[in-house]
């Protein structure tokens, strides 16, 4: 019987991860009416029923599949999110609070945690516990989740009130109008945090970025050198410091500087993006080698449980074409006509952008379409 188990267990794994949801809840609930233990199926079945809405029922089976498996790091990254959703922000910090114990470094537990703080109106405890979520992850955006910038801003400026020399407050600020591309403003804050506090590198880091977002190339660099003198080894700095000199015609040290890279590389450190290292990387060895650090540290691969996913049936079959460069360039122009191609009848075509906000206009085009 155990081995049937297992093998409806990966059955339902199958289905669960093809999306076909009520299949896999099916025999989630077949193998939990043999087995009330099986830890897995009650978490998976838990998944899916949030992502129907039911959070209720999901938070009981999660409950469930944690008292028997409770040093599960996923269990409870689960747990918490749906408890949160549901507005019970205290058991949510609770649940938090008892997977950091197991991993207090837990990115996914470290937000909801601190979200669930914010929620809750406890402040001061909310921005310490993003200030252990910067250390761990510093390009994690606080309020990301929820998009509740405003609320957010708010809040930090409560903090401010309080105490104007709040550094962890200045920084979070910042990182909200950084993400509603207020600029201005929030290099006006990330400023503060480094005249407070010379040596908070994601400060520094995040100014590099804006600077170069706005085309202010000589103090994007400044600001990278600015992250170096710090900290020599942060992720990917030495590469954007040689890009935004190389946009400044400053070639002095070129040669120097790739060496550099090309040698922490080599030893595994991740001193650059692969993107950049193309047109720089002195052998094609070097460039996978560059490759396969970003994708083991962006996205690691892992084999787990499905993740809470929502399930939604559409009339049309629904494609999307993915690409960094659907701006103001001649990939947007040309997809118009591939979208427009799409029998509108059978089909919702859209363009998803993997490189940021879109500002761009594609002449010719006959109707909208939509890019997310």
């Given amino acids: 019987m155990k081995h049937g188990n297992n093998q409806d267990l990966q059955l339902a794994f199958s289905l669960h991860r093809a999306g076909r949801f009520n299949e896999a809840a099916g025999l989630y609930r077949k193998i939990i009416k043999r087995n009330p233990k099986n830890f897995h199926a009650l978490q998976s079945l838990g998944i899916i029923e949030a992502s129907n809405g039911n959070l209720g029922e999901a938070a009981s089976l999660m409950a469930r599949s944690l008292s028997i498996q409770p040093p599960n790091p ?25 997977g ?29 516990q993003f200030d252990k979520l910067l250390s761990v992850k510093g390009d994690h955006l606080p309020a990301i989740g ?8 708010a809040a930090y400026d409560r903090a401010l009130a309080i105490e104007p020399g709040l550094v962890e407050a200045l920084l979070h600020r910042g990182n909200c109008l950084r993400e509603m591309e207020r600029h201005e403003e929030a290099l006006d804050a990330y400023k503060r945090v480094v005249s407070l506090k010379p040596d908070v590198v994601p400060a520094w880091f995040a100014c590099g970025a804006l600077f170069t977002k706005l085309f202010r190339h000589a103090e994007a660099a400044t600001a990278y050198a600015q992250v170096l003198k710090i900290d020599p080894q942060y992720p990917l700095t030495k590469g ?5 000199r190389m946009l400044c015609c400053d070639w002095e040290g070129m040669d120097e500087a790739i060496a550099d890279i090309d040698g922490d590389l080599a030893s595994g450190k991740l001193s650059i993006d692969p993107f950049g290292w193309q047109g720089l990387a002195r052998s094609e060895r070097s460039l996978q080698i560059c490759a396969e650090l970003y994708n083991s540290t962006n996205f690691p691969a892992e084999v787990k449980s499905p993740s809470l996913r929502t399930s939604v049936k559409h009339d049309k079959v629904r494609i999307g074409y993915l690409c960094g460069e659907l701006r103001e360039q001649a990939t947007s122009h040309l997809l118009v006509g591939v979208l427009e191609r799409h029998d509108s ?27 997310v």
């Fill in 74 to 98: 996923q269990f409870f990254e689960n747990y918490a999110t749906v408890l949160c959703q549901m507005g019970a922000y205290k058991a949510a910090l609770e649940v938090c609070r008892k």
């Fill in 100 to 128: 950091l114990r197991s991993d207090n470094r837990n990115v996914a537990l470290l937000y909801v945690s601190a979200t669930s703080l914010v929620l809750l109106g406890q402040l001061p405890e909310a921005l310490e």
């Fill in 146 to 153: 929820l998009r509740r910038y405003d609320e957010a801003i």
């Fill in 240 to 244: 954007l410091l040689l890009h935004q």
């Fill in 345 to 371: 009848s059978r089909f919702e075509a859209m363009a998803l952008t993997a490189g940021g906000t879109i500002k761009a206009t594609c002449a010719g085009a006959s109707r909208p379409h939509c890019i």
